[in-house]
């Protein structure tokens, strides 16, 4: 079965840095799409970045020149560097990938990671 696990969030002052990874396992064929998603207290969860197979990437404005977000294909694993962090970054941290698996294609989740920033 195919699993996303997140790590590497936690409480840091503002400017600081943080670095989330996420590696997949199982029966994984070919990853697609990966990407990062937040959600905040009392909003609804948004992208924050994503990056294709061909290495594209997509920021939301608000975090253009701060995170930046690679992957590893070999391990199945992408990361998300974030710079220069504001309390507006607070928030539960997902990952996620499209995904080719042993039992086809389809969409998968971690299960969150809390990011923390405070002023």
């Known amino acids: 079965q195919v699993r996303l696990v997140e790590s590497g969030g936690g409480l840091v002052q503002a400017g600081g840095s943080l670095r989330l990874s996420c590696a997949a396992s199982?029966?994984?064929?070919?990853?697609?799409?990966m990407g990062w998603y937040r959600q905040a207290p009392g909003k609804q969860r948004e992208l924050v970045a994503t990056?294709?197979?061909?290495?594209?990437?997509n920021y939301a404005d608000s975090v253009k020149g701060r995170f930046t977000i690679a992957r590893d294909n070999p391990k199945n694993a992408f990361t998300l560097q974030m710079n220069s962090l504001k309390p507006d970054d607070t928030a539960v941290y997902y990952c996620?990938?499209?995904?080719?698996?042993?039992?086809?294609?389809?969409?998968?989740w971690g299960q969150g990671t809390q990011v923390t920033v405070s002023s």
């Open positions: 996620h990938a499209h995904l080719i698996g042993a039992q086809g294609m389809g969409v998968f």
């Open positions: 199982g029966r994984i064929l070919s990853i697609n799409t």
């Open positions: 990056i294709t197979s061909a290495s594209y990437t």
